[in-house]
């Protein structure tokens, strides 16, 4: 079913039901107003029991044509008929405002539990972002702009600064930084020169670059990632409703028991009218209301209470899954780590820190690498001491050359070292190493590196007190940074250097039938792997549209700590739910014995019904309450 479809019919439910107390009251007041004759009155009282009860009835036409009988909506269906045939048998009372209750409280339910489940997860509307509309492409000396399918492998496609790479290729001419975040996690822009490989749906951030194009558009990166979250969820597991597992045993029970009660003790000499008046009774305090209302409501509670603490959980059924959750896998850039580049350490040689800071931060004024952007920030009164730079020079590949005051200052890598002949060092620290010499010499070497969230240990050590035993690191970054990362956080174990597609098949290999897996990410490149675990959560802070769009489950300020908070809101609500379960189904027990025996009346009827739902409704208000330890 189509969202737009899942909520344009609950947009028809609530007037549904208005509609059908208005004329439930309407047919009350008849019976009590006019001497009719039974069969009048059932036909006052169809006109709501139909209108309320029209689709319950259709799914459990189609569930005996389908033979899948023995459902809620079955069972619905065969106690309402049920209260409305009691009244023809001889010396009984009507049941007909009964059998529209049962049906309205029935639906009422529904109504919770399709609120509950919210809206569809599966819209990938937002991953359009990554594939380009256009692409320019060389023909016959001039540059089109076509389509992206248009474009056939080996034409060659000029790519603008600010533009996305539409097709996969290679460099054919010029040089230019990519930033290839969206895809491989990776947080450094990669560089690229004639002969490098670029692939579809990374940003070209500099250059004007020429690709030639060696696979065609349905054939690209990008297309690949659209198509993997399209089929991942046909693969992903069903986490059917705790109501609709329950009914599969609890129906056939009750419905064979009633016809047993009717049909057993005749054979034994029973009067046949007296014991079809007591199944039929046994049917009508069999409905299962208290289950159908107070579920749903105990996890649409449940829902609610995660939603005060920054935690969208997009439907009940999910919350089934997060309770049983025992492996974790985690994207790094944006999910353990801010996603933005800081320096870390600085190694100064016959220079202060502060100064060998002041000279890279002035040489990188200029500079719309976030590598610069990280230095200026480590150096904030770059723009303001008054410093003069001058001769600002980008070498490809290398870094940048200026004159700071009467210095020459080059900020670059062991390349651009090498090219002047400055003797640099080594450094034992993981990340980017930006080396620095003045007037030749070497001064010294920053680290830039991605910084760790301040709770991501905290998430880790958190989840293995909750039972979680595997902590799994994914990431298209480096293993050196990977290995960092996993290491200061204690994860179990980490896989690096991964592109979007690899993503998926370590999930699917971490995947076995005994293990409940859930997958934390924030990128577009992470859109598929949310879609394809058990259960998919997303930082919804800074994470992109599309994977908030393909998560079950969105933590919308970023922290991995909360992960944690939502498997234990999960358990607690679950926890409720199986009280409401065995409470309504003791109390149905004790009055369906006494309905067996002609003891039940109908006002025990009312209570095991009606009754037990008050109660478990307000046990179900339990679950609103989030305890945050």
């Known amino acids: 079913m189509s969202h737009e479809h899942h909520h344009e019919e609950h947009e028809h439910q609530l007037p549904l039901i208005i509609a059908t107390v208005v004329l439930l009251g309407v047919a009350v007041w008849v019976e009590h107003t006019f001497n009719l004759s039974t069969w009048q009155l059932l036909l006052v009282y169809l006109v709501p029991y139909l209108l309320i009860g029209h689709d319950t009835l259709k799914e459990a036409a189609e569930g005996l044509v389908h033979g899948e009988a023995f459902n809620e909506h079955f069972l619905m269906a065969i106690a309402t008929i049920g209260a409305l045939l009691i009244g023809f048998l001889p010396s009984a009372e009507t049941e007909f405002p009964e059998a529209v209750f049962v049906m309205l409280f029935f639906q009422v339910g529904e109504l919770f539990e399709g609120y509950a489940e919210g809206k569809s ?162 049917l009508v305090v069999s409905c299962p209301c208290a289950l159908v209302l107070s579920v749903p409501l105990t996890f649409f509670g449940g829902i609610g209470g995660a939603s005060r603490k920054g935690i969208l959980i997009k439907g009940a059924n999910f919350m089934d899954v997060l309770a049983k959750i025992n492996t974790v896998v985690f994207d790094k850039t944006g999910t353990l780590t801010h996603g933005q580049f800081a320096v870390s350490a ?178 577009i490149n992470d859109a598929p792997v949310l879609a394809r675990a058990d259960v998919g959560i997303a930082m919804g802070g800074l994470g992109s549209d599309a994977a908030i769009e393909a998560a079950d489950v969105v933590l919308m300020d970023d922290q991995p700590s909360k992960i944690a908070l939502c498997i234990r809101i999960a358990r607690r609500t679950l926890t409720i739910a199986k009280q409401n379960v065995w409470f309504a189904i003791g109390v149905k027990i004790a009055v369906l014995l006494l309905a067996s025996v002609g003891l039940a009346t109908l006002w025990m009827a009312v209570f095991a019904d009606v009754g037990v739902t008050v109660l478990a409704v307000l046990n179900a208000m339990r679950a609103l309450r989030v305890a945050t330890t």
């Open 121 to 282: 997860r599966e819209s990938i509307a937002h991953l359009m972002d990554i594939r380009p509309d256009v692409v320019n492409v060389e023909r016959q000396g001039q540059v089109a702009v076509v389509s992206p399918d248009q474009v056939a492998v080996g034409e060659t496609i000029v790519v603008k600064p600010g533009e996305k790479v539409a097709l996969d290729g290679f460099v054919l001419e010029g040089t230019s930084a990519l930033n290839t975040l969206a895809l491989t996690g990776e947080s450094v822009p990669r560089d690229i020169a004639v002969g490098d490989e670029v692939i579809s749906g990374c940003v070209n951030l500099s250059g004007v670059i020429k690709v030639r194009t060696t696979k065609s558009f349905g054939e690209s990166t990008v297309s690949k990632i659209i198509n993997l979250v399209e089929n991942a969820t046909e693969h992903k597991s069903k986490s059917e409703t705790f109501i609709s597992k329950f009914a599969r045993i609890y129906t056939p029970v009750v419905v064979i028991a009633a016809i047993a009660l009717a049909v057993v003790p005749t054979l034994l000499g029973g009067t046949f009218a007296t014991w079809l008046y007591r199944a039929l009774m046994f």
């Open 346 to 523: 600085v190694h100064p040689e016959d220079f202060d820190e502060h100064q060998l800071l002041h000279l890279a931060a002035h040489v990188e004024h200029f500079s719309t690498h976030p590598i610069g952007a990280a230095l200026r920030d480590a150096f904030p009164d770059e723009a303001s001491d008054g410093c003069k730079v001058s001769d600002v020079e980008e070498i490809a590949g290398q870094g940048i050359r200026a004159k700071v005051g009467d210095r020459v200052v080059c900020v670059g890598n062991a390349k651009m070292m090498d090219s002047i002949g400055a003797r640099w060092h080594d450094c034992t620290h993981v990340g980017t190493i930006i080396h620095v010499a003045v007037d030749g010499e070497y001064a010294g070497h920053i680290v830039i590196n991605d910084r760790i969230k301040d709770d991501s240990a905290e998430a880790i050590a958190l989840l293995k007190t909750l039972g979680v035993t595997r902590t799994v690191m994914l990431t298209g970054d480096r293993k050196e940074v990977a290995a960092d990362v996993a290491g200061k956080l204690e994860l179990t174990e980490y896989h690096a250097e991964l592109l979007p597609g690899d993503k998926v098949g370590k999930v699917e290999q971490l995947m076995t039938p005994d293990s409940t897996l859930a997958f934390v990410g924030d990128g």
